[in-house]
């Protein structure tokens, strides 16, 4: 990841127009079930925490990406696989966005019910999955402020290729 990302990525409400939704786990999870519970299959989740309370809260998305760890602790256990269809694996180093993952993300296609298990981190998965998916909302943590909510339209699109485009390629791919 360049340098110069990483103060606008930790704090993406400054670059992207998202919705920062706060309180506590419930509280959270009726004010998601109330702006995405009829939208479902348009509806990207990144993060363990995340993708559970939605799971438990919500319902099934079209996707989720988790890596078994919440904020870069130990791991932990993936308890809500039986609830997908489909069940994808790929690797994804720290600071990184594979081609691996992201080549599943892009070839998702219709099919709901997706859980992306990434052995690695799943953080920079999502600025690139907010890059393939225009009219998804993607749903994701920030760490000691709440859970994020992102309408991919035109001008979060156009954001995160503009971002995406500052990425170069290593010579490892996971």
Known sequence: MPEELREPLARPYT???????EGDRLAVASRLRAMLGLELHRVVCVGDYVCETFLKY???????IVDGRT????RIEISFEHMFKYVERCTNPRSHISRSCVKIVELSGDRHG???????EEDLIALATSAM????????GLP???VA?????????VKALNMLSKFYPVDRDA
């Open 71 to 74: 904020l870069r602790e130990e």
């Open 149 to 157: 909510v992102m309408y991919v339209d035109r001008s979060n699109l």
């Open 58 to 64: 919500v319902g099934v998305p079209r996707m989720c």
């Open 144 to 146: 000691r402020t709440g």
């Open 114 to 120: 997706l859980l992306i298990v990434v052995d690695g």
């Open 133 to 140: 998916f225009e009219g998804m909302y993607l749903v994701f």
């Open 15 to 21: 670059v992207f127009d998202i919705a920062v939704v």
